[in-house]
């Protein structure tokens, strides 16, 4: 039980924001109609494809291996109450599942709704051209409530930056700098190619248990039993 307790937050948390701005994506078909296996000649049926979408930015931020059996890939606003309720969660996840788990995140920020997001994925991602995206990336939403609602966040993000240890000059030229923007626009045009309409948004398949969360083939899930 306390091993899917994470996941039946999950489930709480998802219940809670339907109507807002989450969407679990069906990865089964390029229509939006629900996915159906395809009788072949032997008798045996053909699993839907998932989506695969255009390319978002490379190399992407992941955690977990590659190889891992289960692949979840989210497409996240740091401004979004949702998504800043699913980071510990997601946070947990990795812990649990380790190697059976790969997790890739991508920069989705919803303006002009969220007018701080685009310079927070910007401090995100400058963060990591010095290799510090996930400590900046957990500071951004363990502490989202500290600057949604503050008129200009870049001297906050700066402070974050210099509690990182980041050389500071660098910091403001990179995010400020046309890699950090085509980064953005990468993975928000990865997001939009696989119908992405808000956050958060998860492209995936994990089941634990019986319990399924998106759209599993039946060789792509991990287990924790």
């Avoid at 032997?42 to 977990?64: D, S």
Wanted: charged letters at 20%.
């Amino acid at each position: 039980m306390k091993r899917l307790l994470p996941f039946i937050l999950i489930l709480l948390v998802l219940g809670a924001a339907l109507g807002s701005a989450w969407y679990m994506t069906r990865s089964a078909s390029n229509q939006n109609a629900p996915a159906t296996a395809t009788p072949v000649a032997n008798g045996q049926e053909q699993q839907p494809a998932p989506l695969t979408g255009v390319p978002g930015a490379e190399p992407a931020y992941t955690l977990g291996p590659s190889t891992a059996p289960a692949k979840l890939e989210e497409f996240g606003d740091y401004q979004c109450p949702p998504c800043g309720l699913f980071h510990p969660i997601l946070k947990q996840m990795h812990q649990e599942f380790g190697d059976k788990l790969y997790i890739t995140f991508r920069e989705f920020p919803l303006t002009p709704a969220h007018q701080h997001a685009l310079a927070a994925a910007s401090a995100a991602e400058a963060a990591g051209l010095q290799g510090k995206y996930w400590e900046m990336h957990d500071r951004l939403y363990e502490h989202q409530k500290d600057w949604s609602d503050q008129f200009d966040v870049r001297p906050i993000f700066e402070g974050y930056a210099t509690d990182l240890g980041l050389d500071m000059n660098k910091y403001k030229r990179d995010v400020a700098s046309e890699v950090v923007a085509q980064r953005i626009f990468l993975d928000g045009k990865r997001g939009h190619s696989l119908g992405v309409k808000g956050n958060l948004q998860i492209e995936g398949c994990l089941r634990v248990g019986d319990a399924t969360f998106g759209t599993c083939l039946p060789s792509a899930a991990a287990s924790s039993r």
